[in-house]
């Protein structure tokens, strides 16, 4: 229903910046929350931020929220992923999802970015 392509991981050394963009294909972008997730080795995903289908609404997990800012552009089919101040633990695997849902069911997947932060 929805194709994603994230871009935009790299190495960066701890304190500073990278921003991740995700690209969305279909027709239907707009009716789409979206979220950016990620996966560091060895552990299990977990949530970074979500964004409304507006935009008006965001909310960010608690190791991120003041570093990290989520934005979406409807008319471009993009949403983005502003990361400040980063941290050798933010070095992850990032992934751009879409719910097409109201209940937070992430149904559809990118196949990720690797950023990388080191001390």
Same mark, same amino acid.
């Given at each position: ?7 935009? *991981?790299?190495?960066? %050394? #701890?304190? !500073?910046?990278? @921003?991740?963009?995700? &690209?969305?294909?279909? +027709? ?6 979206? *979220?950016?997730?990620? %996966? #560091?080795? !060895?552990?299990? @995903?977990?949530?970074? &931020?979500?964004?409304? +289908? ?20 409807? &008319? ?38 690797q950023v990388t932060v080191s001390s």
């Amino acid at each position: 229903q929805v194709q994603l392509v994230e871009s935009g *991981g790299g190495l960066v %050394q #701890a304190g !500073g910046s990278l @921003r991740l963009s995700c &690209a969305a294909s279909g +027709r239907t972008f707009s009716m789409y929350a979206m *979220g950016w997730f990620r %996966q #560091a080795p !060895g552990k299990e @995903r977990e949530f970074v &931020a979500t964004i409304s +289908r507006s935009g008006g609404r965001t909310s960010y997990a608690g190791s991120v929220e003041g570093r990290f800012t989520i934005s979406r552009d409807n &008319a471009k089919k993009t949403v983005g992923l502003r990361m400040n101040s980063l941290k050798p633990e933010d070095t992850a695997v990032y992934y751009c999802a879409a719910d097409p849902t109201t209940t937070g069911t992430y149904e559809f997947w990118g196949q990720g970015t690797q950023v990388t932060v080191s001390s």
